[in-house]
């Protein structure tokens, strides 16, 4: 098993940046990816950026390419996500994901974003 908790979250102004924290434990050498993931009122969670424990590949949703940076740490099993020029649309709960074999099977509990305009 993989345990997520994720931190950062909270209220901005547009504009503004936050930086999100996934500490990981647990059994994380069976996981390749990470990821985040958001999810707005009303909407389905949707992809935002990803990226390899090893290879250092990452991936970005198209509305926060430019923006949103994901980095981690390996010798602290953290995944950040830096939020810049945060828009109100921007606005949701954030979540961690860890990979396994080809899914993102592991889940951390959500910190929540709210961009006021």
């Known amino acids: 098993q993989v345990q997520l908790v994720e931190s950062g979250g909270g209220l901005v102004q547009a504009g503004d940046s936050l930086r999100l924290s996934c500490a990981a434990s647990?059994?994380?050498?069976?996981?390749?990816?990470m990821g985040w993931f958001r999810q707005a009122p009303g909407k389905e969670r949707e992809f935002v950026a990803s990226?390899?424990?090893?290879?250092?590949?990452?991936g970005y949703a198209v509305p926060v390419k430019g923006r949103f940076t994901i980095s981690r740490d390996n010798a602290k099993n953290t995944v950040y996500l830096q939020m810049n020029s945060l828009k109100p649309e921007d606005t949701a709960v954030y979540y961690c994901?860890?990979?396994?074999?080809?899914?993102?099977?592991?889940w951390g509990q959500g910190t929540r974003v709210t961009v006021s305009s």
């Open positions: 994901a860890a990979d396994r074999a080809g899914s993102f099977e592991f």
């Open positions: 990226i390899t424990w090893s290879g250092d590949i990452t």
């Open positions: 647990g059994r994380t050498a069976s996981t390749s990816v």
